[in-house]
């Protein structure tokens, strides 16, 4: 079975200006990856984090290109600050690239929903991130939460896979929220949509309940089992209306509590994040136990 040590060449594709709606004829068979973000301003990614992180690939014996087009011939990493017309290129040249070659194309516009924490650190707009494999053969999709420095994890794991990692720093927040793409290219069996679409598997394993102890209503949230942590939306909450829950062992679960707000007696919340929905409702009881909630909608997964 493939694997990423198969893979010979990246080519990733940075067209964060480039609208997904003005590129025409789309690959069919790709990976769409609906929850990437565009690269938050002021971040200099162009300028300053593929440069630093070049010289830590090359450090590893990685040959890199840094391009603002398309290369006659491709470096084991290739990295391309691309317009319309690159893209378009590179899209309509797959069947031309190096067999094993792994393509990704980030572009502008999408329906990712907002990630930002409640002490205001916050990934980019929504984008749209494409994924081609080797040993893509159907269409994909992928809910799990990316952005730009997602490919440059991906790379840290292929060159780790080589034998030689090449490592830069991120911060902690930014590797909990945003994945490696690994699971967005494994090749298990999908689960199926009801409008079809074959979906990646997610790194995610949240859960959410509702506690009341001493008169207050509270939120609590786990990630135990996972391996990513989750930035889930609370709609609901006497507080932060965003968190971040850390991925956690299942023999060891961490905790996230969250304050409800109780209004006329009630409480009404709802948690939401990649794959997961959950509604709670019910009255103010009091008493050091978990109350018995009306629980309307159900995970997605």
Not at 23 to 28: A, F, I, M
Not at 54 to 65: M, Y
Not at 240 to 247: K, L, Q, R, Y
């Given at each position: 079975?493939?694997a990423?040590?198969?893979v010979?060449h990246?080519l990733?594709?940075?067209?964060?200006?480039?609208?997904?709606?003005s590129?025409?004829?789309?690959?069919?068979h790709?990976?769409?990856?609906?929850r990437?973000?565009?690269?938050?301003p002021?971040?200099e990614?162009a300028?300053?984090?593929w440069?630093?992180?070049?010289?830590?690939?090359?450090?590893?014996?990685?040959?890199?290109?840094?391009r603002?087009?398309?290369?006659?011939t491709?470096?084991?990493?290739?990295?391309?600050?691309a317009?319309r017309?690159?893209v378009?290129?590179v899209?309509?040249?797959l069947d031309?690239?190096?067999p094993?070659?792994?393509?990704?194309v980030?572009?502008?516009?999408?329906?990712a929903?907002?990630?930002?924490?409640?002490?205001g650190t916050?990934?980019?707009?929504?984008g749209?991130l494409?994924?081609?494999?080797?040993?893509?053969t159907?269409?994909?999709?992928s809910?799990?939460?990316?952005d730009?420095?997602?490919?440059?994890?991906?790379?840290?794991?292929?060159?780790?896979?080589?034998?030689?990692?090449?490592?830069?720093?991120?911060?902690?927040?930014?590797?909990?929220?945003?994945?490696d793409?690994?699971?967005?290219?494994?090749?298990?069996?999908?689960?199926?949509?009801?409008?079809?679409?074959?979906?990646?598997?997610l790194p995610y394993?949240?859960t959410?309940?509702?506690?009341?102890?001493d008169?207050?209503?509270?939120?609590?949230?786990?990630n135990?089992?996972?391996?990513?942590?989750?930035h889930?939306?609370?709609?609901?909450a006497d507080g932060?209306?965003?968190?971040?829950?850390?991925?956690s062992?299942?023999?060891?679960?961490?905790?996230v509590t969250v304050?409800?707000?109780?209004?006329d007696?009630?409480?009404?919340v709802?948690?939401?994040?990649?794959?997961?929905a959950?509604?709670?409702?019910?009255?103010?009881?009091?008493?050091?136990?978990?109350?018995g909630?009306?629980?309307?909608?159900?995970?997605d997964?």
């Open positions: 079975m493939p990423l040590n198969d010979e990246l990733l594709v940075l067209a964060e200006d480039v609208p997904i709606t590129v025409t004829d789309l690959p069919e790709v990976t769409t990856c609906r990437y973000h565009l690269t938050p002021g971040e990614r300028e300053r984090v440069p630093s992180f070049a010289v830590a690939l090359r450090e590893a014996g990685v040959t890199v290109h840094l603002a087009s398309m290369p006659d491709l470096g084991d990493v290739t990295v391309i600050e317009g017309e690159t378009q290129a899209l309509d040249g031309d690239l190096p094993a070659t792994l393509v990704a980030a572009l502008a516009g999408g329906d929903p907002a990630v930002v924490e409640r002490w916050a990934l980019g707009a929504p749209t494409l994924l081609r494999t080797p040993w893509t159907r269409a994909w999709v809910d799990e939460v990316c730009h420095t997602s490919l440059i994890q991906l790379c840290e794991r292929w060159t780790a896979g080589r034998g030689h990692e090449a490592r830069i720093w991120l911060t902690e927040w930014r590797r909990r929220v945003c994945g793409l690994l699971l967005a290219l494994d090749l298990g069996e999908p689960v199926e949509l009801p409008d079809g679409a074959s979906v990646r598997p394993a949240p959410a309940e509702i506690r009341v102890t008169g207050a209503v509270s939120l609590v949230l786990a135990a089992g996972a391996t990513r942590g989750i889930l939306r609370v709609d609901g932060p209306d965003a968190v971040t829950v850390p991925e062992s299942v023999s060891r679960p961490r905790v304050p409800v707000a109780v209004r007696g009630r409480y009404d709802t948690v939401t994040g990649p794959g997961f959950r509604h709670f409702t019910g009255p103010h009881l009091t008493g050091p136990h978990l109350t909630p009306h629980l309307t909608g159900e995970c997964e």
